[in-house]
Structures are given as C-alpha cells and as structure tokens.
C-alpha cells in the first residue's frame, strides 16, 4: 500500500538550533517526493522535491532534504531554524502525471520554534 | 507554475445546506484534485477531475456528497452537499505542473 509516515507529530527546537524532520514512504513506483510548509490559516507552500538526480535536494527558505531509498526516507533538514519557521510541514509522495498524479500526504509535523 | 484562485476563502454554513467552491487556474490543466483537511489532520485527496470525464472518487467519497463540475480546463467546482457539522474542515484545489504541484489557497468551511 501507498504509504507516507512522519514519526515526530510535534517538535521544539531552539531558535538557531538544527532541524530534521522525518518522512518514510512506501510507494511502489518511482516516487515523486515533496516537502510542503503550511503556516496557520494559509495555504500549502512548496519547499522541495526530489524527482532525480542529486539526493540532496536545495529548496526555499535555506532548508534542504536527503532522499535515501535503501531506507525509504526523505528527510527534512535545516541548519539553523527561525521563528518564522514555526509552522505545520508536510511530506508527499506522488507518481509522475501520466499515472494518476495524485499526492499522498504524511500526517504532518508540527514544528514550534523556541526564542 | 500555475496560480490558483479558490473561492470562498471561508464560510460558515447552517447544517443540511450546501455549499459550491470554486477553482480557476491560470493556465490549461488535464487534472484537477480536490483535497480535504480536518481539523489537526493531513490532506486527504476526495476526487480527481478530468475535463469531459466524470470525476473520480477516492473511497469513503461519493458523487452524491460531493459533485464536481469540470467544463473546460481551467475551471472546477467542487459542492459539499447536505452539510453536517463533520464537513467542516478546510477544502483544497490543486493541479501539477512545473514540475510539482499547485495549490489553492483553500476554502475553511465551518458547519453549524
């Protein structure tokens, strides 16, 4: 079965400290993998994807995710967190457009930023 | 990437009504899929919308509870009918492209 898993429902870091969110997938095709932010009362916004390539993926706002498909993970990390970070995040998989194109979503983790 | 204009942004809806929110995309999509979020929860896809094809449901969604139109390539309505205090969450849009996926900036629908 088509699968995203997010162990962590909540986490509190320190503003200036590292972050690294987790995501674990099952898919049984070549998955599309996203990193999505939601912040309170706003729509999703995209922060990365892995379709190729490099594993480690560069998106917005200085964060960056490693796929590793010996273990089925794309995690989320950022060197530094910010207050403005402080939002919901979320984890996707999906297939390429030809083959349906929907996303699956991880049950999200919800990131609180400590001064 | 494409933008997305969803409409309402929030409603507040008596129980037994419906309620009609709409997408229009920029751009010309194939797909079109409607999401919905509960309260504290992740994003759970209900149907997906090809233009001239009837849309399709995901299980534990029906046509009946939730029709969409989808005219032409830009546009989709998504209706939550006969409302009950358990629809109420937030409603979104989204269409690939560019590489990813797009979406709207969601419909907060509460049901009293």
């Known amino acids: 079965a088509q699968s995203v898993t997010q162990p962590d429902i909540h986490i509190t870091v320190s503003e200036g400290a590292s972050l690294e969110l987790r995501c674990n997938y099952s898919y049984g095709a070549t998955p599309y993998l996203f990193w999505y932010v939601q912040s309170p009362g706003q729509g999703l916004q995209l922060l990365l994807k892995y379709f190729s390539g490099d594993t480690l993926v560069q998106g917005i706002k200085g964060f960056e995710a490693e796929f590793k498909r010996s273990q089925s993970s794309f995690n989320l990390r950022k060197p530094s967190v910010h207050w403005s970070d402080a939002a919901e995040y979320f984890c996707?998989?999906?297939?390429?457009?030809?083959?349906?194109?929907?996303?699956?979503f991880g049950q999200g983790t919800e990131l609180s930023v400590k001064p | 990437s494409a933008v997305i204009s969803q409409k309402p942004s929030r409603d507040i809806c008596q129980r037994g009504t419906s309620l009609t929110i709409q997408c229009q995309v920029d751009?010309?999509?194939?797909?079109m899929f409607w999401y919905r979020q509960q309260p504290g929860q992740s994003l759970t896809l209900i149907a997906t919308a090809n233009q001239g094809s009837e849309a399709t449901y995901e299980s534990g969604f029906v046509i009946d509870k939730f029709p969409i139109s989808r005219p032409n390539l830009t546009f989709s309505t998504l209706t939550v009918s006969n409302m009950s205090p358990e629809d109420s969450s937030i409603y979104l849009c989204?269409?690939?492209?560019?590489?990813?996926?797009?979406f709207g900036s969601g419909t907060r629908l509460t049901v009293v």
């Open positions: 989204s269409v690939p492209g560019g590489g990813g996926y797009t």
């Open positions: 751009s010309q999509v194939t797909m």
């Open positions: 996707a998989v999906g297939a390429v457009q030809n083959q349906g194109g929907k996303l699956i």
